[in-house]
């Protein structure tokens, strides 16, 4: 197998991995990552097919399983009890439970207050240049997600703090200081979110605490830890999903001067999914092999790890013509962007919906806004976000 030798905090790396993905695409389906340790997958046939593919999930094999360090404890209690970290048979009932509070219907009726907050940030916006990611692509869907839970939106500082804190544990940069933070943030959210489920279960509210207590599925419900993890993961991966996936929208955008008429209700879904496509929030997921088997030429042993790379599957000339080209109105076609398979994202039809509301009323109410410095994006991989988006209006 050849090698892909690539720090992934190299700034150039940060700032325009998909050249480097273009290299390593070229040589191959699957390149060993040399600072990952692991084989990675660059090419859309093989991101696509590795994520329904059975023989491979994100939860360890139990025989190689091991307890963590100590001073990790609080966010490895989060993460056991995480449907993001589940297979079969608990993934299914966990994602079952979930759906049953996190429905469609749920999701479409948020629609007329997003579409309101939105406003009533805009009408915040100053008359100077400002951090349209702080003022805007931030607020939206942390703002939503406390209406959501049913918690205080005073808290929402403190809500992105935590998910920040514990978000950074998948970055490449993490340090022992990045454990520490995290593993605090980890305990601190927990006690909030008792504090609020505790209560639920005899003062019943229209939220999703008060639905994901009640929901039940063949006979169990979940657990207190159950529902804590579902809780922070409703935020920790809708948040920095969503943030990610409004401001380097708005960024592209800007830059490519996209037409508003691309925002009518007839072309609003395709920009949404070239957005995504072009510039994901997530780049990397990782999943454990459950068998011996071989893929794309290369031997598989239980437990090897393999890296998926979404935004590489993304601009896979194969699938997508001039993939490097942002194209709003290039007809959908599916791409990684929130995963796929059992994992699929279940809160993408809620990231959808945000950026369908929160983009068009962004550009309407704002017609003249415009770039006031060059965005960078933040040395935060697997994450793909922008450290600040300066604009004016």
Not at 19 to 34: H, T
Not at 207 to 228: F, P
Not at 319 to 343: E, M
Not at 353 to 362: D, F, G
Request: proline residues 7%; negative net charge.
């Amino acid at each position: 197998m050849k090698t892909f030798d690539q720090d992934p905090t190299d700034p150039a790396f940060v700032q325009n991995p998909y050249a480097y993905y273009a290299e390593a695409r070229a040589q191959g389906p699957l390149l060993f990552w040399q600072q990952y340790k692991m084989p990675a997958a660059f090419t859309h046939e093989a991101v696509h097919t590795i994520l329904r593919d059975r023989r491979f999930g994100r939860e360890v094999p139990t025989e190689m399983a091991i307890q963590g360090p100590d001073h990790l404890a609080p966010w490895l209690k989060v993460e056991a009890h995480s449907l993001l970290e589940a297979e079969p048979p608990r993934h299914s009932r966990l994602r079952a439970l979930i759906l049953r509070a996190f429905t469609s219907r749920t999701i479409t009726a948020l629609t007329p207050d997003i579409e309101t907050l939105c406003h009533q940030l805009i009408d915040r916006f100053p008359d100077q240049p400002f951090d349209l990611l702080n003022a805007y692509c931030t607020q939206v869907p942390v703002i939503t997600i406390c209406r959501l839970l049913g918690v205080p939106e005073k808290m929402a500082p403190e809500l992105l703090r935590w998910s920040h804190d514990m978000v950074a544990m998948y970055q490449a940069n993490r340090t022992r200081q990045t454990e520490d933070t995290a593993a605090k943030s980890s305990a601190e959210f927990t006690a909030f979110l008792t504090e609020y489920i505790t209560p639920r279960r005899t003062d019943p509210r229209d939220d999703l605490i008060t639905r994901l207590i009640a929901a039940e599925e063949e006979g169990t419900k979940l657990s207190t830890d159950e529902l804590i993890g579902t809780c922070i993961l409703v935020l920790n991966a809708g948040h920095e999903a969503t943030v990610h996936a409004l401001s380097n929208g708005v960024k592209t955008l800007l830059q490519t001067k996209t037409q508003s008429h691309l925002f009518n209700p007839e072309t609003l879904d395709t920009t949404v999914e070239e957005i995504l496509r072009h510039d994901p929030p997530l780049h990397m997921f990782t999943r454990y092999a459950y068998e011996e088997l071989t893929l794309f030429g290369h031997h598989f042993y239980r437990g090897d790890q393999v890296a998926l790379l979404l935004g590489a599957a993304n601009h896979d000339p194969t699938v997508w013509g001039a993939p490097d080209q942002f194209t709003p109105t290039r007809p959908i076609q599916t791409n990684t962007s929130f995963g796929g398979g059992l994992h699929f994202c279940v809160g993408a039809p809620l990231a959808r919906l945000e950026m369908r509301v929160a983009l068009p009323i962004l550009f309407e109410r704002c017609p003249n806004l415009r770039l006031f410095e060059q965005p960078q994006y933040s040395d935060t991989y697997h994450f793909h976000g922008l450290s600040n988006l300066i604009v004016q209006t």
